[in-house]
Structures are given as structure tokens and as C-alpha cells.
């Protein structure tokens, strides 16, 4: 049920206005992100051979400077086509028209195409760009978090996206939307969410404070020994923003090696 509403309404959302009674206590934390401010932050344009349109329904993260790290929920096709998958990068604006082609599109192996979707875990990608990015001010890529890294509960991190503003209203921001999430302890977020959290998942919000569907695939970032890192990969939750539903992320440090093996391997 809670991977269809996420199928239903994939990605979308980085910030959902969340009501406290009736007053509007906020776009979960979220507010317009500052150019540059975010610079390994990517959009994914995805093609819809049956509407035949394009619409930014995920975001992604520069992690090197050819690859992007996704949702793999994002990657709807069973055999997708790299044509269908254009990457914006630079940019706090949706902009389809700077967008760049994709090369290769790796889901992990361990995801369930069939089944439990993103509550069956590996929920990751990776897409290769068809040229190199030149890093500048406006684009970075992010660290990947040493395997040895911890972020205790409480740790401040952010997350961000282009997801819905107001799911009900299908509200659309046109700036990327930024957020400060603490990060929940395992067993705090198995009390509400069981099993379904698994040892490659991690928890991250709190009331109001969340990512929402639209965000799916986009990085969630904290801070190791001064330097930004992503820790996680927007995946999945119930609702958004809900006192004690966090959101659920792919937690990076379990895919290190599968993301070593294809960056470093990779024709
Ligand atoms: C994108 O390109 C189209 C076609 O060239 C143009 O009509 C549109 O104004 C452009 N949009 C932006 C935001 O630059
Ligand atoms: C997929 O899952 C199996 C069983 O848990 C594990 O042995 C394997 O290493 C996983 N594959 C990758 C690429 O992580």
C-alpha cells in the first residue's frame, strides 16, 4: 500500500506544507535553495512515451564527474532507454533546455522491479553522463561518506528537491526546495515503520520536516569533519512530514562498493 502511494506519485514533493491544525506550519523546513548553494544537485527528466512529454520527476546528485546517483525507483522502464532520461545540472530552475543526455543507466541488481519497490531496498542508481561536467561554481560533485562514517541521531542534515510543495494542491515549486532533517535512529524508525526498514535503509525528519514525493533519487546531505557528504538517497515514507514516519533514504554506505565497482569499471 505505502509503495503504491509512492509509485502512484513518485518523486515529487522536497517540501510538503504541513498543517498544525489550521495554520501552515511550513513547507516541511523547506524554502527556496540560493544558487550554487546545492551545486551537486541534479533533476531528471524523464520522457513519457505515452503522454509523449517530458517532466522532471526526480532529482539525483553529481557524485563524480560523469556520474549521477538516482533512485531506482525513478527508472520506471523494465529495459529503459537512456534517450528516454535527460539530466539538468547547475540549475535552481526546472530547465529542461540545458539538460544532458545519459549514457549508461545502472539500477541495482537487488532492486525489486516486481514486487515491494522501494521498501525492498537497493534502492539506487547510477547514470552515466555522455561527456564529463567542468566543475564550477554552480556545479560540484558531492563526497561519498567514508564507510567508517557514522551520523548519530539528531545529526542536522539537508535534503532537497523539486517535488511537491502541496501534494493535495499539486503545487509545484519552480526553485529547488532545501530542508533540515535530523536523522532518527534505526530503532525509533522500525517502531512505526517494522521490518520494512532494513539494514541498507536509513530515517532521516521529523514533523514537518521531510522529503515528499518528487524528491525521489535526490541526495540527502550531512556534514563529516567540515565537508558535506550524502548519506542518503531519497526513497521512500509514509506521506510526508507525519509525526513519526520519517522519511526513508538508501543509506549510501551500503552501496559503496556496488558504486566503486561500476565508476571505476565502467567503458
Ligand atoms: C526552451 O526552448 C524552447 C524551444 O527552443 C523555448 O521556446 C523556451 O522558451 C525555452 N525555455 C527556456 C526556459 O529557456
Ligand atoms: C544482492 O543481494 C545478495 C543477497 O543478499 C548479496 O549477496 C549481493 O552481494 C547483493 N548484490 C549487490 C550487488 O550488492
Redesign the pocket.
Known sequence: MLWLLVLTLPCLGGSVPVTSGTELVGIVGGHDAADGKWPWQVGLWVFDPTSYQWSLNCGGSLIYPQWVLTAAHCIRERNPETRHIKVQLGQVRRSYNDSVQVARIIR???YSLENEGPEGG?DVALLKLEAPVQPSNLVKWIRLPPASSAFPPGSRCWVTGWGLIAPEESLLPKNLQEVEVPIVADEICRQHYGNRITEDMLCAGSEGRDSCRGDSGGPLVCKWRGTWVQVGVVSWGSKCGLPNFPGVYARVTSFL??IHLHIHSSP
Do not use: G, K, L, V
Request: aromatic share 16%; net charge neutral; glycine share 0%.
Open positions: 541495482h541488481p537487488n537497493a562498493p556496488w
